[in-house]
């Protein structure tokens, strides 16, 4: 089993582009999750779904958005990126919801 | 609000030292508390979990035992190893499907 895979790895953008951000998950897990994770700090949830079709905001949703069409994927979309978006991005996904939870290695973004 | 509380690093020991890294917590219930670990370069990998008071999770010779009385859930090995070299973070889940993470803690382990 891959697990959870994310693409790309690394991507530089200029302020006002746009990207998704790939996740894949091959366990057949209905919960999924972005997270982003700014140096020294925690991860903070961006967004997340429950089920195909089902998506909710996380803590810190501005600036983002998300779909869910099929129980594998999972992207996230930036559609006008800003310097304050430059982070690591992290997907992760779960069985149930107390579940634990699998991450992705992770995008890292940078934005000028 | 919930939230998790971890000590500040980097933590920086000699291989075969003691590790304990605190993690507190504040919670509104009951919540299920983990230690993710994330290797240079990595995404976060669960290290273990514990779901009620006084249960104590273990894994690859680490502990953390959820102290309901002291909010706390600590991780500890007796005796690191430089591979052990990672970033550990403390996170609990309530009863929603999100997970609240603290803000981590760089450990080095030198030969």
């Known amino acids: 089993n891959a697990g959870v895979t994310q693409t790309p790895k690394f991507r530089i953008l200029k302020i006002g582009q746009s990207m998704t951000l790939q996740c894949t998950q091959d366990m057949n897990h209905n919960y999924m999750y972005w997270y982003r994770q700014d140096p020294g700090m925690g991860l903070k949830l961006i967004y997340y779904s429950v089920g195909a079709g089902i998506t909710d905001k996380g803590e810190v949703p501005n600036g983002y958005n998300v779909s869910r069409s099929t129980t594998e994927d999972f992207p996230l979309r930036l559609e006008l990126a800003a310097p304050s978006q430059t982070s690591v991005y992290f997907c992760a996904s779960s069985d149930r919801a107390q579940e634990t939870q699998y991450f992705g290695p992770g995008t890292r973004l940078l934005v000028l | 609000g919930d939230s998790v509380t971890q000590m500040e690093g980097p933590v920086t020991l000699s291989e075969e030292a003691f590790l304990t890294i605190n993690c507190t917590y504040t919670a509104t219930g009951y919540p299920s508390l983990f230690w993710y670990v994330q290797y240079p370069g990595e995404g976060l990998q669960l290290l273990l979990k514990?779901?009620?008071?006084?249960d104590k999770g273990s894994n690859k010779g680490f502990e953390a035992t959820y102290r309901k009385e002291t909010t706390s859930f600590h991780l500890e090995k007796g005796s690191v190893q430089v591979s052990d070299s990672a970033v550990y973070f403390c996170?609990?889940?309530?009863?929603?499907?999100?997970?609240?993470f603290g803000t981590g803690t760089r450990l080095q382990v030198f030969p």
């Open positions: 514990a779901t009620k008071a006084d």
């Open positions: 996170a609990l889940l309530l009863n929603t499907d999100k997970l609240i």
